[in-house]
């Protein structure tokens, strides 16, 4: 007897969900009579991050406050680390690949692209294409709510999706290194010079894909300092934007 893996159980109603996303080809004809509203777009958060800002740990524990505080149909969900094994296995692209879209330089990048390849055939994998698949899996995501949603330009792909609530998070250049040091035990003296690379790495990326677009204030409805404000402060910042109402779209 196979036993599914954790990743499995965790993801299968958000997966069981996006499936039945309904996308009708034209409206539906009622009669005046009988018109209703359809229902309310669920909310969904994305969160964009400098680097170790730690991130990865504050959506895990968001994840699990919205839970409690936030009940509702199925439960919410975390896509940071699972995102990039969703794409991998729906495309069957590599993890490293994936990964690589927004933290590696882009030259190494295209190097590794130019000896892959998506079937057997000819066509040769290209970033570009790469990164087509992870929007469109954060855009099915979105639009089935109650997900978070780290990285990958999330903030630039689900923007005008209604019901979204976008946060970044930062920190001091310092705190980023000791974080950094702590969790892949870089040498000190190397840690700050990978860090700034990661830096670059990252703004050639939003280049790359958004260069009309800015990580600017504006986009966000919340930036917090992960330096001065405690985990449980911004976890309670962040559930009273998901409860709040949803406002009109514009």
């Not at 991998?88 to 590696?104: G, R, Y």
């Not at 390849?117 to 970033?127: I, M």
Request: some cysteine; aromatic content about 8%.
């Amino acid at each position: 007897m196979i036993t599914p893996s954790p990743l499995n159980l965790s993801v299968r109603p958000i997966v069981a969900t996006i499936r039945t996303v309904p996308f009708p080809l034209k409206p539906i004809e009622t009669s005046p009579t009988s018109q209703t509203s359809p229902p309310p777009p669920l909310p969904f958060v994305t969160i964009s991050r400098e680097p170790y800002a730690g991130a990865w740990s504050f959506a895990q524990q968001l994840v699990e406050a919205l839970n409690t505080c936030d009940p509702g149909p199925r439960p919410w969900t975390c896509w940071d680390r699972e995102l990039v094994e969703k794409v991998a296995a729906d495309h069957n692209l590599s993890k490293v690949l994936i990964e690589a879209i927004e933290n590696e330089r882009h030259s190494w990048l295209t190097d590794f692209l130019t000896s892959l390849s998506y079937t057997d055939g000819p066509e040769v994998a290209d970033e570009s294409r790469v990164y087509q698949h992870v929007a469109t899996t954060i855009r099915k995501l979105a639009a089935s709510g109650r997900v978070v949603i780290v990285g990958r330009g999330g903030v630039f792909i689900t923007r005008h999706m209604p019901a979204g609530i976008h946060i970044r998070l930062v920190a001091p250049f310092e705190h980023r290194v000791a974080f950094f040091n702590q969790q892949c035990g870089i040498k000190p003296a190397d840690a700050p010079g990978l860090l700034r690379q990661l830096e670059r790495n990252r703004h050639a990326f939003y280049k790359r894909h958004w260069p009309n677009e800015s990580i600017s204030p504006e986009n966000f409805a919340a930036t917090l300092n992960t330096a001065q404000v405690n985990l449980q402060s911004m976890i309670q910042i962040v559930e009273s934007l998901v409860l709040q109402p949803v406002p009109a779209p514009n």
